[in-house]
């Protein structure tokens, strides 16, 4: 199974992006979900977790704003993000992981422009 990211792009400060991952195969069996940034300079962040045992959790700078889902019909991984601010403008990585299997998407950049 592979995943392709898609949904990256440039927006203005305030805007909203939807980022996805789509899987070449089923993804259903994939207990844990995560989104992770990297800015330029800066380390890699984890931005959203979701797991089918302990739901949704966002860092602090993004809560309220961004929200992660699953599609296991459309074996697709999302990230909508609202309320956009310079300071999210980072690569964006999907991630899915079951027992040992742990996939990663290519990155989508996400530019916000002031």
């Known amino acids: 199974v592979q995943l392709q990211a898609s949904g990256g792009g440039l927006v203005q400060a305030g805007g909203s992006l939807r980022l996805s991952c789509t899987a070449s195969?089923?993804?259903?069996?994939?207990?844990?979900v995560t989104w992770q940034r990297q800015a330029p300079g800066k380390q890699r962040e984890l931005v959203a977790a979701l797991s089918t045992t302990t739901g949704t959790d966002y860092a602090e700078s993004v809560k309220g704003r961004f929200t992660i889902s699953k599609d296991n019909v459309a074996n697709t991984v999302s990230l909508q993000m609202n309320s956009l601010k310079p300071d999210d403008t980072a690569v964006y990585y999907c991630n899915v992981k079951w027992g040992r299997i742990d996939l990663w998407g290519q990155g989508t950049l996400g530019t916000v422009s002031s």
């Open positions: 195969g089923s993804i259903s069996r994939f207990d844990a």
